[in-house]
């Protein structure tokens, strides 16, 4: 498998592999053979859609995944996501029933050589955004967030107020089987606050870790979307300071974070580059997108290209060269364009030229430094 290959001046092999993530045949427009022919693009991150949190997932449906996948000339280079059932969250009684079928899942995706499992540890929704397809000046479509619109949200009334569907494309994070129990689901959550979900967090980890460390998977847990607390809902993945109490309170090397540009960059008092240094060696995996700051609480997500929103992707991905990252990255939301009919944020056009751009900027690294 030919991965891109970057040196740093002292001779330290770095190895940064590009990948998209995909949604499976049945839900994504987008297809392994096109993946297949955008430049530098090697692998993919996917996971087992129609399982449940909290259920084991079959061996025989993860060998027709990966054997799918490397039909196709790629390879599956980690699971996004393997989703945390909701007791194990709250600190629920029968979590350890849960915990244990999570175990099970792991055992199974190491015995086949998958290592990277992208996660995370939200209450209810995966994301939040208040508009699907916010029309810009040059005619593309982005995601979009306002607080004050999403202020204005019933949550229990959700499924009235935002399609759980959008170009008949379902949606993470918005599964209509999970809305269709939110009232019982907020409930279940209206003790839990930032401290409780923690130590809930802490607990989980501490009982997988020993299976992550046997099979040297890297557990990548995914920042708050966005980072910030929304409907009342406690939200712990936001700041450097939080990062960083994650990756110590449980000591291994497999406890680790999925670098999202996107979510962190939501919340414009976190500096993405300076958050970056100071997780070296905890990064597991990075999602690099861009996104344009309105005013506090509202931003629209943008195309890759610094000068498109109001991040500086030149030097975020300069700081993920200059600690020596060597995980898997991939461009995450693009805009929809040139007529593109897809699942919002993941369509094939943006995201391939995001791939394009972020590859350009890694061959410039190489060469300069």
């Given at each position: 498998?030919?991965?891109?290959?970057?040196?740093?001046?002292?001779?330290?092999?770095?190895?940064?592999?590009?990948?998209?993530?995909?949604?499976?045949?049945?839900?994504?427009?987008?297809?392994?053979?096109?993946?297949?022919?955008?430049?530098?693009?090697?692998?993919?991150?996917?996971?087992l859609?129609?399982?449940?949190?909290?259920?084991?997932?079959?061996?025989?449906?993860?060998?027709e995944?990966k054997?799918?996948?490397?039909?196709?000339?790629?390879?599956?280079?980690g699971?996004?996501?393997?989703n945390?059932?909701?007791?194990?969250?709250?600190?629920?009684p029968?979590?350890d029933?849960?915990?244990?079928?999570?175990?099970?899942?792991?055992?199974r995706?190491?015995?086949?050589?998958?290592?990277?499992?992208?996660?995370?540890?939200?209450?209810?929704?995966?994301?939040?955004?208040?508009?699907?397809?916010?029309?810009?000046?040059?005619?593309?479509?982005?995601?979009?967030?306002?607080?004050?619109?999403?202020?204005?949200?019933?949550?229990?009334?959700?499924l009235?107020?935002?399609?759980?569907?959008?170009?008949?494309?379902?949606?993470?994070?918005?599964?209509?089987?999970?809305?269709?129990?939110?009232?019982?689901?907020f409930?279940?959550?209206k003790?839990?606050?930032?401290?409780?979900?923690?130590?809930?967090?802490?607990?989980?980890?501490?009982?997988?870790?020993?299976?992550?460390?046997?099979?040297?998977?890297?557990?990548?847990?995914?920042?708050?979307?966005?980072?910030?607390?929304?409907?009342?809902?406690?939200?712990?993945?936001?700041?450097?300071?939080?990062?960083?109490?994650?990756?110590?309170?449980?000591?291994?090397?497999?406890?680790?974070?999925t670098?999202?540009?996107?979510?962190?960059?939501?919340?414009?008092?976190n500096?993405?580059?300076?958050?970056?240094?100071?997780?070296?060696?905890?990064i597991?995996?990075?999602?690099?997108?861009?996104i344009?700051?309105?005013?506090?609480?509202?931003?629209?997500?943008?195309?890759?290209?610094?000068?498109?929103?109001?991040?500086?992707?030149?030097?975020?991905?300069?700081?993920?060269?200059?600690?020596?990252?060597?995980?898997?990255?991939?461009?995450d939301?693009?805009?929809?364009?040139?007529?593109?009919?897809?699942?919002?944020?993941?369509?094939?056009?943006?995201?391939?030229?995001?791939?394009a751009?972020?590859?350009?900027?890694?061959?410039?690294?190489?060469?300069?430094?």
């Amino acid at each position: 498998m030919r991965l891109l290959h970057l040196w740093l001046k002292k001779g330290k092999k770095i190895i940064m592999e590009m990948t998209l993530r995909w949604f499976g045949k049945e839900a994504d427009s987008v297809t392994l053979e096109q993946i297949r022919q955008i430049p530098g693009v090697t692998g993919v991150v996917t996971t087992l859609y129609d399982t449940m949190p909290g259920e084991v997932w079959p061996l025989e449906r993860i060998k027709e995944m990966k054997a799918e996948v490397e039909a196709a000339g790629l390879r599956v280079a980690g699971i996004e996501s393997v989703n945390i059932h909701d007791s194990i969250k709250v600190g629920a009684p029968d979590r350890d029933k849960y915990i244990a079928n999570y175990i099970t899942t792991l055992e199974r995706l190491g015995q086949e050589g998958i290592d990277v499992v992208c996660y995370n540890f939200m209450p209810v929704f995966d994301w939040t955004r208040s508009d699907l397809a916010k029309v810009r000046p040059d005619g593309s479509t982005v995601l979009s967030y306002d607080q004050e619109l999403v202020d204005k949200i019933n949550p229990e009334n959700l499924l009235s107020s935002m399609d759980s569907k959008a170009n008949g494309f379902m949606l993470p994070g918005w599964e209509p089987e999970r809305m269709a129990k939110i009232k019982e689901l907020f409930e279940l959550y209206k003790d839990v606050d930032n401290e409780k979900l923690f130590n809930n967090l802490k607990y989980f980890l501490e009982a997988i870790m020993p299976t992550c460390e046997k099979y040297n998977i890297k557990m990548a847990i995914h920042p708050d979307d966005p980072s910030w607390p929304v409907f009342g809902l406690p939200r712990i993945m936001t700041c450097k300071e939080n990062l960083l109490r994650l990756v110590t309170m449980v000591d291994s090397p497999c406890n680790g974070v999925t670098l999202c540009t996107g979510s962190l960059g939501s919340n414009m008092n976190n500096d993405i580059p300076d958050i970056i240094r100071a997780l070296k060696g905890k990064i597991h995996f990075a999602h690099v997108r861009n996104i344009k700051h309105i005013a506090p609480g509202k931003f629209d997500e943008a195309a890759h290209l610094s000068s498109d929103g109001s991040l500086d992707m030149y030097e975020i991905m300069k700081a993920l060269y200059e600690i020596g990252f060597k995980g898997i990255v991939r461009p995450d939301h693009g805009r929809m364009i040139w007529g593109e009919v897809a699942m919002p944020g993941y369509g094939l056009y943006d995201r391939a030229l995001g791939v394009a751009y972020l590859n350009g900027i890694l061959e410039s690294l190489r060469k300069q430094l």
